[in-house]
Each structure stands twice: as C-alpha cells, then as structure tokens.
C-alpha cells in the first residue's frame, strides 16, 4: 500500500513530536502489503474473481479465491508451515524483485507487523473457495503507548552512550546535548537505575557513573 492509497483511504491521527507533524495509521503498513501479495501468489485466478478489499472504520479485509490445501487447518496456518504456493513460478517473481522475504513466512511477518503497532493478530477465515484476513484497527491510545514505549527505550540508549563516553556527565550536560529537558534527563535516569543499567558512585559534584552489566 502506497502513501498515496494510505491518504485515499485511511485517515491517520495526528500529533506532534516537538515541531514534527506526526501521522499514525490504524493499520500496520508492511502487514497489509505482505498480505496484498499473499492474496496475489495464492490466488485461484482461473475462477475469475478478483481480488477483493474492503476498508471500514474498525476493520480491514482482504479476500481472494484459493485452493486450500486438504492437509492444512486455520491453527497450523498461523504456525510456522512450509510454503504451497499456488501460483510457484508468481512467487518466485516476487521473491526475486525484493517483495518477499521467504516463502512460507508471510504470516509470521503480518503478526510480527500488527504487533508493532499494538494491533490485534489478523483474523483468517474460510468460506467455500476464499480466505479473508481480516486486520482490526490499531487503539490510538495503544498505538500511541508503543510509540511513547519506543522512544522511552531509544532514549535510554542515548542517556546511556552519553555516560559511557563520559562518566562524570552532569544532567545538565546531558539534557543540553539531547537537546531535552531536564525533567526527561531525569525521569530516564531513573529508569535505567532501575533497570541495574548504572549506578552513582560518589556525590553530585564529584561523582561519577558507573555502567553495570544487566
């Protein structure tokens, strides 16, 4: 899904990261484009039906005609499998251009995605001869908490390089070179003492860190 379908179809929730415009999506991107090839390789296309998607407020669902195989059963589709592409010499196309990683790890990849944003795993189902995926929408407040989760961690790991460069840092320096506050200097490291990641030896004036082994 290109950013110019994501405009057409999908509004975004917007907020700001400092001056920096910020647009949050409902669904994972790379799921969505993982699952548009799933649909395209598996297809059944001689019973001539297109390939069919359907965007609403909550949810997102893909669908295509297949022939799924006799051995398999939706809980072991969502397990790791070995890849039965219908159509092997189009998958082999799409793994030669770049577009997919590996045959049979598709799935695994969607999850991983939808994930990422703090959505729910997609839903498979079967009816007759087509298989629909169906992604709910991302909860903005959960979407924002992976995001708030994120740079909590990046964060960490620049307070981090920081000391480790210069053991007897001040706050104040630190915050001056992240360019934050003094409040966000603080409060993150507070959260790497108490992940045992470093410890203050010393006063503040002559003290200094030390980075422990976690």
Request: with cysteine.
């Amino acid at each position: 899904m290109s950013k110019s379908e994501n405009l057409k179809y999908l509004k975004a929730t917007i907020s700001y990261d400092k001056e920096v415009r910020v647009e949050r999506y409902p669904y994972a991107r790379e799921a969505v484009r993982e699952a548009v090839y799933n649909a395209l390789i598996h297809c059944k296309w001689e019973d001539g039906i297109p390939i069919q998607i359907r965007i609403e407020d909550e949810a997102m669902y893909i669908s295509n005609a297949c022939v799924f195989p006799s051995d398999w059963t939706m809980e072991n589709l969502m397990k790791t499998h070995n890849s039965r592409p219908y159509n092997p010499d189009l998958a082999n196309t799409f793994f030669r251009a770049g577009y997919i990683e590996s045959w049979g790890r598709g799935i695994q990849k969607i999850c991983e995605e939808c994930d990422l944003i703090g959505a729910h795993v997609p839903e498979y189902s079967i009816l007759g001869d087509d298989i629909t995926v169906k992604f709910t929408a991302a909860s903005t407040k959960i979407s924002n908490r992976t995001n708030d989760v994120r740079k909590e961690s990046a964060m960490n790991m620049k307070v981090l390089d920081l000391i480790a460069a210069q053991t007897d840092i001040s706050l104040s320096e630190i915050a001056d070179r992240l360019g934050v506050s003094y409040k966000t200097v603080q409060r993150t490291v507070a959260d790497l003492k108490k992940l045992g990641a470093i410890e203050r030896i010393g006063g503040r004036k002559k003290g200094y860190w030390r980075i422990k082994e976690i």
